[in-house]
């Protein structure tokens, strides 16, 4: 199981950027990096994904490393319904179906 | 906008009963899963069917732990002989085959507690 390594917990002020790092060193050719977000008493949600390129969508920026052994989620502006528990998780392009969470970040946003 | 939905929301049970959750999917999707979050943890994969059929189960799944998905929509997973370790938050997802994200949408979860 491809492993991902993430700070326990960061915190941001609101209106400010966030960034949120992920280690992932033994990442394969055909892992996706998948981030998802987890709101206090809510399922986890689907944040943005992505495999070599950087990647923008309407909630988040995905910055990947060259080497692809780290990557980072970019919140442009945090705001307090952005606190929540974020996880970077690898996706095998060819076995898709299992998805592994790890720990994740905890992401508290100061007004 | 019908999502994932799961049912009940909370089970408190004594150890040794069973217990049967349920989740109802986004109605076209036909990937279905379940996963397992104790406190602090990120969820743990646990099964996966495809339509009616299970494709995949963690080693995380005891033989005290049975899911099914019989016609391909709703899916159940029992718990028998609950154990105090079992107390944890269940939860649902579903996706549809072909999207190149997979992306997994989850349902609020059920919570158990085992006594």
């Known amino acids: 199981d491809a492993k991902t390594t993430q700070p326990n917990s960061m915190e941001s002020n609101e209106e400010e950027p966030v960034h949120l790092p992920c280690n992932h060193s033994t990442i394969s050719g055909t892992d996706y990096i998948h981030w998802y977000r987890q709101l206090p008493s809510q399922g986890p949600e689907y944040v943005i994904h992505g495999l070599t390129s950087n990647v923008n969508n309407r909630m988040a920026s995905l910055a990947i490393a060259e080497d692809r052994k780290s990557s980072t989620l970019i919140l442009h502006r945090a705001t307090l319904r952005d606190a929540a528990v974020y996880y970077c998780?690898?996706?095998?392009?060819?076995?898709?179906?299992?998805?592994?969470f790890g720990s994740g970040t905890k992401l508290n946003v100061k007004p | 906008d019908t999502g994932v939905s799961q049912d009940p929301r909370h089970k408190i049970t004594k150890r040794g009963q069973n217990v049967t959750f349920r989740c109802d999917p986004i109605?076209?999707?036909?990937?279905l899963y379940w996963y397992r979050q104790t406190l602090g943890q990120g969820p743990e994969f646990l099964t996966y069917?495809?339509?009616?059929?299970?494709?995949?189960k963690s080693r995380l799944l005891s033989d005290r732990f049975s899911a099914e998905r019989p016609k391909g929509s709703f899916s159940t997973l029992e718990i028998q002989r609950t154990e105090q370790g079992d107390s944890a938050m269940y939860l649902c997802a579903s996706s549809r085959q072909g999207i190149q994200t997979n992306e997994q949408f989850f349902g609020p979860g059920t919570r158990l507690t085992v006594l």
């Open positions: 069917f495809q339509n009616e059929a299970q494709l995949e």
């Open positions: 998780i690898l996706r095998d392009q060819y076995n898709f179906n299992k998805f592994y």
């Open positions: 109605s076209e999707h036909n990937r």
